[in-house]
Protein backbone atom coordinates (compact mmCIF):
# COMPACT_ATOMS: atom_id res chain seq x y z
CA UNK A 1 0.00 0.00 0.00
CA UNK A 2 1.47 3.32 -0.69
CA UNK A 3 2.30 5.43 1.84
CA UNK A 4 3.53 9.16 2.76
CA UNK A 5 7.44 9.27 3.89
CA UNK A 6 8.68 12.08 6.20
CA UNK A 7 12.50 12.38 6.45
CA UNK A 8 13.95 12.76 9.38
CA UNK A 9 12.28 11.00 11.91
CA UNK A 10 14.24 13.11 14.62
CA UNK A 11 15.40 16.57 14.38
CA UNK A 12 17.30 18.72 16.75
CA UNK A 13 18.46 22.56 15.99
CA UNK A 14 19.28 25.53 17.82
CA UNK A 15 17.19 28.59 18.48
CA UNK A 16 17.36 30.57 15.32
CA UNK A 17 18.61 28.00 13.05
CA UNK A 18 16.69 26.99 9.31
CA UNK A 19 15.20 23.61 9.57
CA UNK A 20 13.99 21.82 6.51
CA UNK A 21 11.35 19.17 6.79
CA UNK A 22 11.22 16.69 3.66
CA UNK A 23 8.01 14.89 2.90
CA UNK A 24 7.61 11.99 0.15
CA UNK A 25 3.55 12.04 -0.52
CA UNK A 26 1.92 9.63 -2.15
CA UNK A 27 2.77 9.42 -6.36
CA UNK A 28 -0.89 9.98 -7.49
CA UNK A 29 -2.00 12.49 -4.93
CA UNK A 30 -1.86 16.42 -5.98
CA UNK A 31 -2.96 18.10 -3.16
CA UNK A 32 -0.27 18.13 -0.20
CA UNK A 33 -0.42 19.42 2.94
CA UNK A 34 1.44 20.68 6.65
CA UNK A 35 -0.07 20.31 9.89
CA UNK A 36 1.83 20.45 13.47
CA UNK A 37 0.99 18.85 17.13
CA UNK A 38 2.79 19.84 20.58
CA UNK A 39 3.07 17.61 22.78
CA UNK A 40 -0.13 16.65 24.23
CA UNK A 41 -2.18 18.40 22.42
CA UNK A 42 -4.49 18.69 19.12
CA UNK A 43 -3.40 17.94 15.52
CA UNK A 44 -3.01 21.54 13.79
CA UNK A 45 -3.47 22.78 10.25
CA UNK A 46 -0.57 24.55 8.93
CA UNK A 47 -0.74 25.00 5.11
CA UNK A 48 -1.81 23.42 2.30
CA UNK A 49 -0.49 23.02 -1.65
CA UNK A 50 -2.03 22.26 -4.63
CA UNK A 51 -0.38 23.19 -8.30
CA UNK A 52 2.64 24.51 -7.28
CA UNK A 53 0.79 27.03 -4.84
CA UNK A 54 -0.46 27.38 -1.28
CA UNK A 55 -4.33 26.89 -1.46
CA UNK A 56 -4.87 28.07 2.47
CA UNK A 57 -2.95 28.61 5.35
CA UNK A 58 -4.22 28.88 9.00
CA UNK A 59 -2.56 31.94 11.26
CA UNK A 60 -0.07 29.70 12.87
CA UNK A 61 1.45 29.47 9.06
CA UNK A 62 3.55 32.82 9.27
CA UNK A 63 6.77 34.58 7.35
CA UNK A 64 9.31 32.01 9.36
CA UNK A 65 7.84 29.07 7.40
CA UNK A 66 7.35 28.09 4.12
CA UNK A 67 6.78 25.36 1.50
CA UNK A 68 8.01 24.00 -1.57
CA UNK A 69 7.64 21.27 -4.02
CA UNK A 70 11.32 21.41 -5.31
CA UNK A 71 11.02 18.24 -7.48
CA UNK A 72 8.29 15.64 -8.50
CA UNK A 73 8.24 13.96 -5.57
CA UNK A 74 8.97 15.90 -2.40
CA UNK A 75 7.36 18.55 -0.84
CA UNK A 76 9.32 20.35 1.72
CA UNK A 77 8.36 22.72 5.18
CA UNK A 78 10.71 25.37 5.75
CA UNK A 79 11.17 27.00 9.34
CA UNK A 80 13.64 30.20 8.74
CA UNK A 81 14.80 31.24 11.98
CA UNK A 82 13.32 27.91 14.96
CA UNK A 83 11.99 29.43 18.47
CA UNK A 84 11.75 26.95 21.12
CA UNK A 85 8.07 26.90 20.61
CA UNK A 86 8.09 25.51 17.12
CA UNK A 87 9.52 21.90 19.32
CA UNK A 88 6.48 19.53 17.73
CA UNK A 89 5.33 17.05 15.62
CA UNK A 90 5.43 17.86 12.21
CA UNK A 91 2.87 15.78 9.74
CA UNK A 92 2.59 15.86 5.86
CA UNK A 93 -0.35 14.82 4.28
CA UNK A 94 -1.42 14.40 0.78
CA UNK A 95 -4.72 13.60 -1.08
CA UNK A 96 -5.54 12.92 -4.30
CA UNK A 97 -8.20 14.99 -5.47
CA UNK A 98 -8.21 17.73 -7.94
CA UNK A 99 -11.22 18.99 -6.88
CA UNK A 100 -10.63 21.51 -4.08
CA UNK A 101 -9.55 18.78 -1.60
CA UNK A 102 -11.79 18.77 1.04
CA UNK A 103 -13.88 15.96 -0.11
CA UNK A 104 -10.77 13.37 0.09
CA UNK A 105 -8.71 11.18 2.12
CA UNK A 106 -5.82 12.70 3.83
CA UNK A 107 -3.39 10.52 4.16
CA UNK A 108 -0.41 11.17 6.79
CA UNK A 109 3.47 10.56 6.91
CA UNK A 110 4.84 9.39 10.55
CA UNK A 111 5.95 12.63 11.37
CA UNK A 112 9.11 14.60 11.98
CA UNK A 113 9.72 15.34 15.87
CA UNK A 114 11.38 18.89 16.04
CA UNK A 115 13.21 20.06 18.85
CA UNK A 116 14.37 23.47 19.14
CA UNK A 117 17.00 24.33 22.01
CA UNK B 1 -15.36 31.61 17.84
CA UNK B 2 -15.67 28.55 15.40
CA UNK B 3 -14.57 25.45 17.27
CA UNK B 4 -14.64 21.38 17.29
CA UNK B 5 -15.08 19.82 20.23
CA UNK B 6 -14.46 16.56 21.48
CA UNK B 7 -15.05 14.96 25.08
CA UNK B 8 -11.90 14.29 26.38
CA UNK B 9 -11.86 10.99 27.07
CA UNK B 10 -13.61 7.63 26.99
CA UNK B 11 -13.64 4.17 28.75
CA UNK B 12 -14.66 1.19 27.28
CA UNK B 13 -14.43 -2.75 27.78
CA UNK B 14 -13.59 -5.18 25.01
CA UNK B 15 -16.78 -5.83 22.75
CA UNK B 16 -18.79 -3.02 23.39
CA UNK B 17 -19.85 -0.37 21.18
CA UNK B 18 -18.56 2.73 21.41
CA UNK B 19 -19.84 6.10 20.14
CA UNK B 20 -17.44 9.31 19.82
CA UNK B 21 -19.11 12.79 18.97
CA UNK B 22 -17.70 15.93 17.63
CA UNK B 23 -19.72 19.06 17.65
CA UNK B 24 -18.83 21.63 14.91
CA UNK B 25 -21.07 24.70 14.87
CA UNK B 26 -19.37 26.20 11.90
CA UNK B 27 -18.89 23.56 9.47
CA UNK B 28 -18.75 25.12 6.01
CA UNK B 29 -21.25 24.00 3.41
CA UNK B 30 -19.21 21.77 1.44
CA UNK B 31 -16.94 20.62 3.40
CA UNK B 32 -17.14 16.62 4.27
CA UNK B 33 -16.39 15.11 8.12
CA UNK B 34 -13.51 12.80 8.28
CA UNK B 35 -12.36 10.83 11.40
CA UNK B 36 -8.65 9.64 12.41
CA UNK B 37 -6.79 7.34 14.69
CA UNK B 38 -3.81 7.90 16.21
CA UNK B 39 -1.45 6.13 18.16
CA UNK B 40 0.84 7.57 20.09
CA UNK B 41 4.31 8.68 18.13
CA UNK B 42 2.82 8.25 14.96
CA UNK B 43 0.55 10.35 12.34
CA UNK B 44 -3.37 10.09 12.26
CA UNK B 45 -4.56 6.91 10.22
CA UNK B 46 -8.05 7.87 8.06
CA UNK B 47 -11.23 6.07 9.60
CA UNK B 48 -14.20 7.21 7.98
CA UNK B 49 -15.51 9.90 6.29
CA UNK B 50 -18.97 11.40 5.26
CA UNK B 51 -21.18 14.60 4.45
CA UNK B 52 -24.52 13.79 5.65
CA UNK B 53 -26.75 11.13 7.31
CA UNK B 54 -25.57 7.67 7.67
CA UNK B 55 -21.77 5.89 6.28
CA UNK B 56 -20.40 2.99 6.98
CA UNK B 57 -17.64 0.89 6.08
CA UNK B 58 -15.52 -2.24 7.62
CA UNK B 59 -14.12 -0.77 10.77
CA UNK B 60 -17.05 2.44 11.69
CA UNK B 61 -20.15 4.14 10.88
CA UNK B 62 -20.43 7.64 10.83
CA UNK B 63 -24.04 9.36 12.02
CA UNK B 64 -24.74 12.97 10.76
CA UNK B 65 -27.62 14.84 11.27
CA UNK B 66 -29.41 17.21 8.55
CA UNK B 67 -27.57 20.18 10.45
CA UNK B 68 -24.27 18.52 10.37
CA UNK B 69 -23.39 20.54 13.13
CA UNK B 70 -22.52 17.58 14.81
CA UNK B 71 -21.17 13.83 14.08
CA UNK B 72 -20.27 10.47 15.74
CA UNK B 73 -18.01 8.07 15.09
CA UNK B 74 -19.32 4.38 15.73
CA UNK B 75 -17.08 1.89 16.70
CA UNK B 76 -19.23 -1.08 16.76
CA UNK B 77 -16.76 -3.79 18.73
CA UNK B 78 -14.01 -2.68 20.36
CA UNK B 79 -10.76 -4.42 21.16
CA UNK B 80 -7.64 -3.80 23.13
CA UNK B 81 -6.10 -2.56 20.00
CA UNK B 82 -8.77 0.43 19.70
CA UNK B 83 -7.37 2.30 22.38
CA UNK B 84 -5.92 5.44 20.97
CA UNK B 85 -7.32 9.06 20.41
CA UNK B 86 -9.72 9.96 17.87
CA UNK B 87 -9.98 13.22 16.15
CA UNK B 88 -12.67 14.79 14.00
CA UNK B 89 -11.48 16.47 11.13
CA UNK B 90 -14.14 19.18 9.33
CA UNK B 91 -13.66 22.74 7.20
CA UNK B 92 -14.83 25.60 9.86
CA UNK B 93 -16.10 29.14 8.67
CA UNK B 94 -13.72 31.64 10.34
CA UNK B 95 -13.33 35.15 9.86
CA UNK B 96 -10.76 34.82 7.38
CA UNK B 97 -12.64 31.83 5.39
CA UNK B 98 -12.69 28.42 5.48
CA UNK B 99 -10.28 26.51 8.20
CA UNK B 100 -9.46 22.69 7.95
CA UNK B 101 -9.78 22.50 11.98
CA UNK B 102 -9.30 18.93 13.67
CA UNK B 103 -11.43 18.41 16.98
CA UNK B 104 -9.70 18.29 20.53
CA UNK B 105 -9.32 14.83 20.78
CA UNK B 106 -10.60 11.55 22.53
CA UNK B 107 -9.16 9.79 23.92
CA UNK B 108 -10.52 5.99 24.02
CA UNK B 109 -9.24 2.84 26.53
CA UNK B 110 -10.51 -0.13 25.94
CA UNK B 111 -10.06 -2.60 29.05
CA UNK B 112 -10.43 -6.12 29.10
Known amino acids: EPEVTQTPSHQVTQMGQEVILRCVPI?????FYWYRQILGQKVEFLVSFYNNEISEKSEIFDDQFSVERPDGSNFTLKIRSTKLEDSAMYFC???????????????FGPGTRLTVL | LAKTTQPISMDSYEGQEVNITCSHNNIATNDYITWYQQFPSQGPRFIIQGYKTKVTNEVASLFIPADRKSSTLSLPRVSLSDTAVYYCLVGLYTGGGNKLTFGTGTQLKVEL
Open chain 1, 93 to 107: ASSETASGGRSDTQY
Open chain 1, 27 to 31: SNHLY
